[in-house]
């Protein structure tokens, strides 16, 4: 059964926006902090009542303003992990996952499911005060599923532990995914969490949501320059798009990248959506940057491409990968960013020269500013 999401309100606060989660998926809300994440996830649960909206779950439908329709928080039968937990500290782990449960197997149920989650039978007799922080998330995550929910929501429920537990708990609940057939929704301020975990993010800031999709299609093609911002992408540049002439080949046209005599006009795919003379950016993803050796006339770029003589400026080790910041010599001052494994960065040092390859088929153009309170659909969906 899909969850559905669809709501309008601007008082008391703004909250704009669609989505849309399958059973078995689980949906990451990303953004800055006041972009209304947990706003959202409220409204879901039936803690918040919003002025405008349809909330429904397959055939259920648990608020329609239209209609006159709101559903209570206690007959929605959504499972709720909190970022604070919320244990009942006077209980033990047991008693905390038997809460919502009723009947004589109560207890059973409750500590079968701690079992699942890889709570031992002598935790499960522990207050929430005698455990760590990630026993205490499993407790929580325990008490969320026990009782089979229709939705399983998560607000940034990683958060309170330490790197270690966290990846223990992200593996805990990769495994758990493989048997629970419900939408998830997870709120998260950590986009690395949100690429690892979900399979798809929603997008939001100001309270709207901006873009539902994967993280890799979301990366190649952003909506606007403010998706480009939030999700991270380092690649982005400012430009004017120009569009086709008559020399153009079909489907394709011009961008300016700078100004004055340092000014490149680029041919990029037309999308058609786009007024020449508009102000843009432009991203271009990691896949579509290659590096080479110089002398350039050794290492010609591809059909299709540009090449750029940079300077390596600095190299940053972040653990498997690292990080490069090349500066532009050629055309206009730029930056770029890649990231590099293993082999291919031992012969590099700071001040090298080199060759920068770009796929202009894969330089995507968008608008700097778009209507911010746009619903999610066809256009700003993306999918791979």
């Known amino acids: 059964m899909s969850l559905q999401v669809s709501i309008d309100q601007t008082l008391p606060m703004r909250l704009a926006g669609s989505f849309q989660c399958a059973p078995g998926q689980l949906v990451a809300l990303v953004g800055p902090s006041g972009a209304g994440k947990t706003s959202l996830l409220r409204a879901i649960a039936g803690l ?8 429904s779950v397959g055939s ?15 007959q929605r039968n959504v499972g709720l992990v909190f970022q604070d937990y919320a244990l009942m500290p006077h209980m033990t782990a047991l008693d905390n996952v038997a809460l919502p449960l009723r009947g004589p197997e109560r207890l059973h149920q409750a500590g079968e499911m701690l079992r699942r989650v890889g709570l031992s039978a002598e935790l499960m007799q522990r207050r929430p005060a005698q455990l760590s ?4 998330q499993r407790v929580a995550v325990a008490r969320a599923l026990v009782r089979e929910p229709a939705v399983l929501l998560l607000d940034e429920p990683f958060s309170a532990v330490d ?10 609940l990769a495994e758990l995914r493989e048997d629970i057939a419900v939408p998830m929704v997870l709120v998260t301020h950590d986009l690395n969490e949100a690429r690892l975990l979900a399979d798809e993010l929603v997008v939001m800031a100001e309270g709207a949501v901006l873009q539902q999709g994967r993280a890799d299609a979301i ?4 909506r606007n320059a403010r998706v480009a911002d939030i999700v991270g992408i380092a690649n982005r540049f400012d430009g004017v798009w120009l569009g086709p002439d008559a020399n153009s080949p079909v489907g394709t046209g011009w961008l300016r990248w700078g100004n ?17 003379g508009q102000s843009v950016a432009w991203v271009v993803p990691g896949e579509g940057l290659r590096l080479c050796e110089v002398p350039v006339a050794a290492n010609p770029a591809p059909v299709n491409g540009l090449s750029l003589q940079v300077r390596v400026v600095t190299l940053r080790h972040l653990g498997d990968v690292w990080l490069l910041r090349l500066q532009c010599l050629d055309g206009p001052q ?34 700097i500013k778009t209507g911010a309170g746009a619903l999610v659909s ?6 791979a």
């Open 219 to 222: 990366h190649r093609a952003p």
């Open 48 to 55: 918040m009542k919003p002025k405008n909206a349809r909330i």
């Open 260 to 276: 004055g005599g340092a000014a490149m006009h680029l041919p990029v795919r037309d999308k058609g959506r786009i007024e020449p």
């Open 378 to 383: 066809g256009q700003n969906r993306v999918r």
């Open 133 to 136: 922080g990630g026993q205490q």
């Open 163 to 172: 790197q270690m537990n966290r990846q223990t708990l992200y593996a805990l």
């Open 60 to 74: 259920a439908c648990w608020c329609d303003t239209a209609q006159g329709l709101f559903v209570p928080p206690q």
């Open 334 to 367: 730029a930056t770029f960013q890649i990231m590099l494994t293993g082999p291919q960065v031992r012969p590099l040092v700071p001040g090298q020269l080199l060759q920068l390859c770009l796929d202009l088929t894969m330089l995507h153009i968008m608008p």
